[in-house]
């Protein structure tokens, strides 16, 4: 379920919204903050608390990459042009 939030993400600001370098910085900020403060927590015991951290993680670490590339298309990056 966590994965069609993000295709829905990616769907609204790549194909509907256009695509903006200021909004690729922020998407890298918020990104980057959730895997670092999800790894300040203390280290569950719980399994279903453990997987949930996991997901959330990865789900930050998705959201670093969709803000690099929000930037790198923003700025006619030559990284991003063959993509377009």
């Known amino acids: 379920m966590t994965k069609v939030a993000v295709y829905g ?5 790549f194909d ?3 695509i903006h370098a200021c909004g ?3 998407v890298m900020v918020v990104g980057g ?8 927590q203390r280290f569950p015991t719980d ?3 453990l997987l949930a951290y996991s997901t959330v993680e990865n789900i930050g670490i998705i959201f670093i990459g969709l803000g690099l590339a ?7 990056h030559p ?3 063959g993509v377009a």
């Open 24 to 26: 690729g910085n922020s």
């Open 79 to 81: 990284l991003y042009a």
């Open 47 to 49: 399994t279903k608390r």
């Open 70 to 76: 929000m930037s790198f298309a923003g700025e006619n």
């Open 16 to 18: 509907l919204l256009g």
């Open 9 to 13: 993400f990616i769907r609204i600001v």
């Open 33 to 40: 903050a959730t895997p670092s403060l999800e790894s300040s």
